[in-house]
């Protein structure tokens, strides 16, 4: 499958940002016959309007997950696959599956692991049901597909550039910074600073005095004006 997937072919012109392009490393795992080769190389694509290059290791175990360091630590994304009609290789998914949730429980961010049924152009000699593929991914809360790797090369390309876009998302949820509110009606009182609060009370209405103004043309006394306020009123 990934020769498939790295093959030159003919295709329409992309116009591609003039900066280095992103880094995005694939495993491949799975049992054999299930229509994986044991490859490695990189291939430069276009997602979404942005350019990335894709690092595919293309594994090849016997019979199930075995020195799994060598890819764990290196994969942004997984893809397990199986044939659909070889029922040894679905099964075999399982331990691939476990391994992976595994080591990614916890990582930030986590790799994203989509589940494969390859050889759908054997439809008349399947052994695993779309239905058990699907159950099989909704287990372990990947991503699930079927396709025909040696003859859809458009399905293979998007089944990378949906890991690509999943590498994405989880690599945005892990880098979102943390959002604080400045709605004050929000903060609680009982946890604000206690304050120490200084005031003075002003005289009363009754205790307020007359002020006596004498003027060199008349000698009547007038009323300063004074300002009445209620008492109790406090200056902080």
Not at 35 to 62: C, F, I, N, R
Not at 94 to 116: I, R
Request: charged share 25%; glycine share 4%; aromatic share 8%.
């Amino acid at each position: 499958m990934s020769l498939m997937f790295g093959k030159a072919r003919t295709c329409n012109i992309v116009t591609v940002p003039e900066h280095e392009p992103s880094e995005c490393n694939i495993v491949i795992l799975g049992a054999m016959g299930s229509g994986k080769s044991e490859d490695t190389y990189s291939s430069e694509e276009v997602v979404d309007q942005q350019p990335v290059l894709v690092k595919v290791m293309d594994t090849a175990d016997q019979n199930g997950p075995v020195n799994c360091e060598r890819y764990l630590g290196w994969a942004n994304a997984f893809i397990i696959v199986y044939s659909i009609d070889n029922r040894n290789s679905f099964e075999a998914c399982q331990q691939y599956l476990e391994t992976v949730t595994l080591y990614s429980k916890g990582l930030q961010p986590e790799a994203p692991v989509t589940l494969l049924g390859n050889k759908v152009d054997m439809e008349r000699y399947r052994q695993v049901s779309k239905a058990d593929g699907a159950a099989m991914a909704l287990r372990f809360g990947c991503l699930f597909f079927e396709v025909s790797a040696c003859l859809d090369f458009l399905s293979v390309q998007h089944i990378f550039h949906e890991a690509v876009r999943e590498v994405r998302r989880e690599t945005e949820r892990s880098v979102r910074p943390l959002f604080i509110s400045e709605d004050k009606s929000a903060i609680s009182l009982s946890s604000a600073p206690q304050l120490t609060t200084c005031y003075k009370e002003l005289p009363t209405p009754a205790t307020a005095k007359l002020v006596t103004v004498k003027s060199s043309r008349a000698q009547s006394k007038r009323r300063a004006p004074t300002l009445t306020l209620l008492k109790g009123f406090k200056i902080f």
